[in-house]
């Protein structure tokens, strides 16, 4: 038994999490070998789609008071958390009709303004430094009701900023001009980033990367997680490459 599957029983047996809902995502076609070429990444395209909306329902469309200002954040480095994080706040911003700002809290390694196309310049950064309407700090995504909160002028003292009380009034501001707020974070096990934000917003979805993420670290950053207060929306078990078995599958 990998220790990925004990994970995903550990979590859904002893709901150690505090939620049974785990959206798994296939393995994205730049990962590994990708012989077929265009056909392959639509095939994806189209599976990332179909589960970013599903985690969008769980967590944000399926009770009367959804989350409103939810933090991602990844066991590990390169679990794909950036990228998850976008999809969803695309399909969120495709299906709820609100508005969706999606913030680039991981200044360390910014990753969303690639993602979209555009740049790091002017973001959060400067927000939290500077005066003026957080709107004029966000970037507007041509095609989708969405937002960009990029980095900003980042730094080395960059990460420093997010200990700062304009963190929390700024946060508060963007729950106010924005229908649903999704945040970027740094990875749990490197940083205490991703602590900072989620006791200042609604909760935090997990990611955690199969055949990479162990189970005792996994559970480490969910006891660290519940000590400080912050409510676990849903994990998500990011390049999936083995079957679930039915017994489990049917759960999800």
Known sequence: MSKNFELMQQIEIDRKLGSNQIVELAPHPNDGNNNNGNNKGRAHKQLAGDEALRLVQQVFLSTQEPP??????????GNGCSRISASVAQALARNDGGSVCLVEANFRSPALPALFGTTNHYGLT????????IHSFAKRIPGDNLWLLSGGSTTADSPSLLSLES????IAELRTEF???????????????????GQLTDGLVLVLEANSTRRDTALAAVESLRSSGIKILGAVLNKRTFPIPEKISSRL
């Open 68 to 77: 409103r200002v939810v933090v991602f954040a990844g066991i590990d480095h």
């Open 126 to 133: 400067d927000a939290l430094l500077q005066e003026g309407p």
């Open 167 to 170: 963190l929390k009034r700024r």
């Open 179 to 197: 229908e649903f707020v999704i945040i970027d974070a740094p990875p749990l096990t490197k940083y205490a980033d991703a602590i900072s934000l």
